[in-house]
């Protein structure tokens, strides 16, 4: 039996320091399943045919963490048949043994409905554009722009839109530290495994 743990939630509130850690810890995969928005965005030409055909040297561009990048993905992703197209990868890599982490935005309502465990993990938008701006530099305010722009575009799409699971554990890092962050993750797991 594999097990699944599936965190969502929007950019920059922590799902990708939090999905590493519990792969870490329980010896499972992990799968940041933005990093498939961001490639089929990145390649450019049909999106559809981009989801369609893309290669793991498509992930391992190194341009694919900028906020361009981000963009481009969001717009990608609104389209349905781009989501059908990378749909049964994320849910072979969920099935893996011994277990599997995956973050998105649809993984606790669509990819994965059944998972073991969902986390939302959120922060507030201020706070969210002050980690992305540490990290990315440029203008703070256009950084505060583009997340709440992304955030707007991810979670009132009408395919998938970005929102809690309704049996998901709702994890907000505004006022956590990265360790208490882990922390709540790692005992919401031990509970149901
Ligand atoms: O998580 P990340 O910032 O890399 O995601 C980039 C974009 O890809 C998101 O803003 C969202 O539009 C899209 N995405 C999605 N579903 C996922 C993961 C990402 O629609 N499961």
């Not at 989801?51 to 990608?76: E, H, I, K, N, Y």
């Not at 781009?82 to 072979?92: D, E, H, N």
């Not at 982490?101 to 993984?107: A, C, M, Q, S, T």
């Not at 994890?171 to 956590?176: C, F, G, K, Q, V």
């Amino acid at each position: 039996m594999s097990f699944t743990v599936a965190i969502d939630g929007p950019a920059a509130a922590g799902k990708g320091t939090i999905s590493r850690a519990v792969a870490a810890e329980f010896g499972f995969a992990h799968l940041d399943t933005g990093l498939l928005y961001r490639a089929v965005g990145a390649k450019g030409g049909d999106p559809v045919q981009a989801a369609l055909t893309l290669t793991p040297q498509d992930l391992a561009r190194d341009d694919l963490r900028s906020m361009a990048a981000g963009q481009a993905a969001s717009r990608v992703a609104v389209i349905p048949e781009v989501r059908a197209a990378l749909t049964a990868f994320q849910r072979r890599f969920a099935a893996q043994e011994p277990g599997a982490v995956l973050d998105g935005r649809d993984i606790g309502t669509v990819i994965c409905p059944g998972a073991e465990v969902k986390l939302y993990v959120t922060a507030s938008a201020e706070v969210r554009a002050h980690r992305r701006w540490l990290e990315l530099g440029g203008d703070a305010a256009r950084v505060l722009a583009e997340v709440r722009e992304r955030d707007d575009r991810d979670m009132n799409r009408a395919e998938a839109p970005l929102r809690p699971a309704e049996d998901a554990v709702v994890i907000d890092t505004s006022e956590l530290d990265i360790d208490q962050a882990v922390a709540l993750a790692f005992e919401v797991i031990r509970q149901r495994l």
